[in-house]
């Protein structure tokens, strides 16, 4: 078989994989009582099945490090393997916690155990061992981040299939047609799930879903960086409206004495649903500026990589200005709105 038909098979297998597993996670979920219910810190209005993340992971699973393996510009055993057997540590440690919560420091010492094996693979012989720390804070941050960033139907689905397709193309531009296809197969499984988890949703992702997808972003995100650290910026740029919520975000709940890891509701997006917008509405937000700002600061940063850096940490400070004035409108909707049902 040819290695283009090789690669059209597994994006293929891996989208048709996704959308029979999630088929039968909404029955396990509804079987097992596995339920969101509305709560104070929640944006869903219904009671709504979660862990449909597990068709992700198993498409990904299933189609992706073979992938790697045995495609162009082929990636070692060991790199590969620390790949798929970190991303079933972290779906192991979500799906437990969908099914029985996790306290959170098993949760997060199992997290960096998994960051440091994919990492340790990662730079063994090809990079200074000064990077280990550095890679392990940014995965373990990147599972967390995208867990913070899933509250409202079809949101973290439409990021990861962006950054995806985004970091597939990329991986083509620097010659490495395995990693791109690898890439390719998540942002198939990726969009499998969102056909159930688009608003109004079937299903929601689950921590097995978000924390691993976290994972699996960072891990192709640091891919790229080995094979042309240059390549870092753009896919960084790529993240921008994610990133930049969750850590002001965090940041600024650090800085009221509150407990960043604990459930609330203050992110952007969950603004944007408080002031009266529909999910459909809050997701067409962060579409906006994906296709708007960041995906063409993205190609400007790999089309001009001298400047990548610069360019990046422009992005970064477009978006907090925006994440500032997202808030400011949002309060000023929903206090007008106040104002109009007082009188």
Same mark, same amino acid.
């Given at each position: =078989?040819?290695?283009?038909?090789l690669?059209i098979?597994?994006?293929?297998?891996?989208l048709?994989?996704?959308?029979?597993?999630?088929?039968?996670?909404?029955?396990?979920?509804?079987?097992?009582?596995?339920?969101? !219910?509305p709560g104070q /810190?929640?944006?869903?209005t219904?009671?709504t099945p979660?862990?449909?993340?597990?068709?992700? $992971?198993?498409a990904?699973?299933l189609?992706?490090?073979w992938?790697?393996?045995?495609?162009?510009?082929?990636?070692?055993i060991a &790199?590969?393997?620390?790949?798929?057997l970190g991303?079933?540590m &972290?779906?192991?440690?979500?799906w437990?916690?969908?099914? !029985? #919560?996790l306290?959170?420091?098993? /949760?997060?010492?199992?997290?960096?155990?998994?960051c440091?094996?994919?990492?340790?693979?990662?730079?063994?012989?090809?990079?200074s061992?000064?990077?280990l720390?550095l890679?392990v804070?940014?995965g373990?941050?990147?599972?967390?981040? !995208?867990?913070?960033m899933?509250?409202?139907?079809?949101?973290?689905?439409q990021?990861?299939?962006?950054?995806? &397709?985004?970091?597939?193309?990329?991986?083509?531009?620097?010659?490495?047609?395995a990693?791109?296809?690898?890439?390719?197969?998540?942002a198939?499984?990726t969009?499998?799930?969102?056909?159930?988890?688009r608003p /109004?949703?079937?299903?929601?992702m689950?921590d &097995?879903? #978000?924390g691993?997808l976290?994972f699996?972003?960072f891990?192709? $995100?640091a =891919?790229?960086w080995?094979v042309?650290?240059?390549?870092l910026?753009?896919?960084? $740029?790529?993240?921008s409206?994610?990133?930049?919520?969750?850590s002001?975000?965090l940041?600024?709940?650090?800085?009221?004495?509150?407990r960043?890891?604990?459930? !609330?509701?203050?992110?952007?997006y969950?603004?944007?649903? /408080?002031s009266? =917008?529909?999910h459909?509405?809050?997701?067409?937000?962060?579409?906006a500026?994906?296709?708007?700002?960041?995906a063409?600061?993205a190609?400007l940063s790999?089309?001009?990589?001298g400047?990548?850096?610069t360019?990046?940490?422009?992005?970064?400070?477009i978006?907090?200005?925006a994440? =500032?004035?997202?808030k400011?409108?949002?309060r000023?909707?929903?206090q007008?709105?106040a104002?109009?049902?007082?009188?």
């Amino acid at each position: =078989m040819s290695p283009f038909m090789l690669a059209i098979r597994m994006v293929l297998a891996s989208l048709l994989v996704a959308l029979f597993v999630v088929r039968g996670a909404i029955a396990y979920a509804h079987r097992r009582g596995m339920l969101d !219910h509305p709560g104070q /810190r929640r944006s869903h209005t219904i009671p709504t099945p979660r862990g449909g993340g597990i068709g992700i $992971i198993i498409a990904v699973l299933l189609t992706a490090p073979w992938c790697l393996w045995l495609l162009p510009a082929a990636w070692s055993i060991a &790199v590969t393997s620390a790949f798929a057997l970190g991303t079933l540590m &972290v779906a192991a440690i979500g799906w437990w916690d969908d099914h !029985h #919560s996790l306290p959170v420091l098993p /949760r997060l010492g199992g997290q960096l155990t998994a960051c440091a094996l994919f990492a340790c693979a990662l730079v063994a012989g090809v990079a200074s061992w000064l990077w280990l720390p550095l890679l392990v804070l940014g995965g373990a941050w990147s599972i967390n981040l !995208h867990n913070f960033m899933d509250g409202i139907d079809g949101l973290l689905a439409q990021q990861a299939l962006f950054v995806a &397709v985004g970091l597939a193309l990329l991986a083509m531009g620097g010659g490495q047609p395995a990693l791109a296809v690898s890439i390719a197969c998540l942002a198939a499984a990726t969009l499998g799930f969102w056909y159930y988890n688009r608003p /109004r949703a079937a299903i929601f992702m689950g921590d &097995v879903g #978000s924390g691993t997808l976290g994972f699996l972003l960072f891990a192709f $995100i640091a =891919m790229l960086w080995r094979v042309d650290w240059r390549l870092l910026w753009p896919a960084l $740029i790529l993240s921008s409206s994610f990133v930049t919520d969750a850590s002001l975000t965090l940041f600024s709940r650090f800085l009221k004495g509150r407990r960043w890891y604990t459930p !609330h509701r203050e992110h952007v997006y969950q603004w944007l649903v /408080r002031s009266g =917008m529909s999910h459909a509405q809050g997701g067409a937000c962060y579409l906006a500026w994906n296709l708007l700002i960041a995906a063409p600061l993205a190609w400007l940063s790999w089309f001009c990589p001298g400047w990548g850096w610069t360019i990046c940490v422009v992005t970064y400070l477009i978006a907090s200005a925006a994440w =500032m004035l997202a808030k400011r409108y949002c309060r000023w909707r929903i206090q007008h709105k106040a104002i109009h049902v007082a009188t």
